[in-house]
Nanobody, 125 residues
Framework: AVKVVESGGGLVQAGGALRLSCTAS??????????VAWYRQAPGKQREGVSC????????YYRDSVKGRFTISKDNAANMWYLQMTGLKVEDTATYYC????????????????WGQGVQVTVSS
């Protein structure tokens, strides 16, 4: 069975940085041909797309509120992808989920097949 595992969450002060990591194993195809993405869900709110990376043209999309602060990257050799977060704000506090096997468009929809378990990111003021 496909397994997606993420790590790297934690508590950070506003203005700080964190890097989230995600790895996938037992994917049906080689990792290189998968789009990857990050989502988040704050308490009482719907899950929202943060960023995605499209495998074939290496285009990345970001939600407006994180543009210029977050960077998504993918390491095909290691079967991993990352979300580097800088300039963190209190409103970035949420559970962050990684996902793979789905479309990567500006809409950042949630139609992904495989999901990580989620990691908590808490930004204090």
């Amino acid at each position: 069975a496909v397994k997606v595992v993420e790590s790297g969450g934690g508590l950070v002060q506003a203005g700080g940085a964190l890097r989230l990591s995600c790895t996938a194993s037992q994917l049906p195809q080689r990792f290189e041909v998968y789009n990857v993405a990050w989502y988040r869900q704050a308490p009482g709110k719907q899950r929202e797309g943060v960023s995605c990376f499209r495998w074939n043209d290496r285009i990345a999309y970001y939600r407006d509120s994180v543009k210029g602060r977050f960077t998504i990257s993918k390491d095909n050799a290691a079967n991993m992808w990352y979300l580097q977060m800088t300039g963190l704000k209190v409103e970035d506090t949420a559970t962050y989920y990684c996902a793979t096997a789905g479309p990567c468009t500006e809409a950042l929809n949630t139609n992904y097949d495989y999901w990580g378990q989620g990691v908590q990111v808490t930004v204090s003021s």
